[in-house]
């Protein structure tokens, strides 16, 4: 289905209120080529975003999410501050052509950067370098599963670094986040946050940055509708794209806050078509939301 047809048809769908929300996610999935996973959440509502809500698709760069969080978690441990200098090393560094604005700057390494900018790149613009330098900074990606783990986060794994990923791309299947996994975490933040209010404001000003883009959830929203997101993506090869990903907390009308989950796998389409789907689940899910008491 073309794009402008597939956004059009769900335009018409969503203005029927008896229509069920998975009948419509499920439709939306029909008319693409790609697996695609989706679960949401709405405190005290019945409502019910399940598409695959327990499959393992690979989550790229989604896993920065909780890796900022965890290297706040440490912040507030004493283990860092902030503002604290943090080398980046020239074992940092990723393969050249890999997304790292950090060592756009600075390819030879070697140089100190404020542990909040290494943060902010890594949530905000997805930044591969500085997400690695956050992992060795933690302890690695064991360590980052630990801290999952210690939340209560059950549908969260995580094997392998940027690095990694970017030698074999195989292995960005063992990088997996179950979307019901993924909105409760994205619940657990907006609920009963693990960190300190302001970091979690913190946190919450880089997932609504900029740099974070206006597509995929964002797009199928109103203009003016707050969205906190962290998306990933993969590269594509022969043709197909291993992962498209966007996972939000999204400010309704009322106040209430809507975690959503959309991860698409396998995907033949081209990016708009996959941008346009992702939009198109979350227009239906926000809608759904809004009309839900």
Known sequence: ?????????????TSLPAQNLQQQIAKIAGDANETISVACALPN?????????????????????????????????????????IRFLPSDRIQPGSYSPLQDKYPNANVDVPLRELI??????????????????????????????????????????EYSLHTDA?????????????????RRLADNSPLTPANTQLLFSFMQGPGNGTGRIKAGLPADVVVRHKSGTSDTVIGVT??????????????????????????TDDQKKREATIAAIAKAAYEAAVAAK
Request: charged fraction near 15%; proline fraction near 5%.
């Open 1 to 13: 289905m073309h794009v402008a047809t597939l956004l059009t048809a769900l335009a018409l769908t």
């Open 45 to 85: 509502s019945t409502l019910n975003c399940d598409l695959n809500p327990d499959g393992h698709p690979p989550m790229q760069s989604v896993f920065k999410l909780p890796l900022g969080v965890a290297i706040l978690h440490q912040v507030e441990q004493g283990k860092f501050t902030l503002d604290q200098p």
């Open 120 to 161: 902010r790149l890594s949530v905000n613009l997805s930044d591969n370098a500085a997400a690695d330098t956050l992992l060795r900074l933690l302890g690695g990606t064991a360590a980052l599963q630990k801290y999952m783990d210690s939340l209560g986060v059950q549908g969260f794994h995580i094997e392998d670094t």
């Open 170 to 186: 195989q292995l960005q299947f063992r990088n997996w986040f179950t979307p019901r996994a993924a909105v409760a975490f994205l």
């Open 242 to 267: 291993y992962a498209m990903n966007d996972i939000a907390l999204i400010t309704l009308p009322d106040g209430r806050t809507l975690a959503l989950a959309v991860f698409l796998t396998n995907s």
